[in-house]
Nanobody, 119 residues
Framework: QVQLVESGGGLVQAGGSLRLSCAAS????????MGWYRQAPGKQRELVAT???????DYVDSVKGRFTISRDNAKNTVYLQMNSLKPEDTAVYYC?????????????WGQGTQVTVSS
């Protein structure tokens, strides 16, 4: 069994900061790409940021320069530092990881954490 557990969401004023964390646990051989997605009410889930096992990162244009994704491979944890938050960043944020386990390699998802940015 593999689980992704997120933390760090909450309510913040526009211009503020939040840091999301997502820890993977269970029977893990290795973790490849990790990422953060978000889904706002009435909208499709969108990719926010990704990071490879080697540390290469990529971001959706709307968060470049404001968000930073990082990971601690020893802790099987991925982070999302969100600065200069805007009301349009309000969404449920989900972490995702491609994880190698005994049966094979699969995509796993966290339960989601709410981020609300007030104007």
């Amino acid at each position: 069994q593999v689980q992704l557990v997120e933390s760090g969401g909450g309510l913040v004023q526009a211009g503020g900061s939040l840091r999301l964390s997502c820890a993977a646990s269970g029977s893990i051989f290795s973790i490849n790409d990790m990422g953060w997605y978000r889904q706002a009410p009435g909208k499709q889930r969108e990719l926010v940021a990704t990071i490879t096992s080697g540390g290469r990162t990529d971001y959706v244009d709307s968060v470049k320069g404001r968000f930073t994704i990082s990971r601690d491979n020893a802790k099987n944890t991925v982070y999302l530092q969100m600065n200069s938050l805007k009301p349009e960043d309000t969404a449920v944020y989900y972490c995702n990881a491609r994880i190698a386990t005994l049966p094979g390699r699969y995509d796993y998802w966290g339960q989601g954490t709410q981020v609300t940015v007030s104007s």
